[in-house]
């Protein structure tokens, strides 16, 4: 079990930045593949990045790719979305997640609102 708490969400402007950190409990975060998802008013949850359990590798949904980076920290049990060049489609609740494998996740967070004003 692992329970999942999403920070650093807030107003940014059009081309601003943001990082947001999610922190872990527990003593197995490296066991766990990590990924942040969004929800914007009126849409389904999609896919934003994940991340292997090393940190290896890494993957991106097309709107974010070269904008957003994410990493982690294991010995800190946190995992970080840096989000660069921001546009108003960025808008949404930011969650995070984890799983034993990349695609398959099975604990969420709570989320964290990002607003970017057109």
């Known amino acids: 079990q692992v329970q999942l708490v999403e920070s650093g969400g807030g107003l940014v402007q059009a081309g601003g930045s943001l990082r947001l950190p999610c922190a872990a409990s527990?003593?197995?975060?490296?066991?766990?593949?990590m990924a942040w998802f969004r929800q914007a008013p009126g849409k389904e949850r999609e896919f934003v990045a994940d991340?292997?359990?090393?940190?290896?590798?890494?993957n991106y949904a097309d709107s974010v790719k070269g904008r957003f980076t994410i990493s982690r920290d294991n010995a800190k049990n946190t995992v970080y979305l840096q989000m660069n060049s921001l546009k108003p489609e960025d808008t949404a609740v930011y969650y995070c997640?984890?799983?034993?494998?990349?695609?398959?996740?099975?604990?969420w967070g709570k989320g964290t609102q990002v607003t970017v004003p057109s």
């Open positions: 527990g003593r197995t975060f490296s066991s766990y593949a």
């Open positions: 997640a984890a799983g034993f494998r990349t695609g398959i996740y099975n604990y």
């Open positions: 991340i292997s359990q090393s940190g290896e590798h890494a």
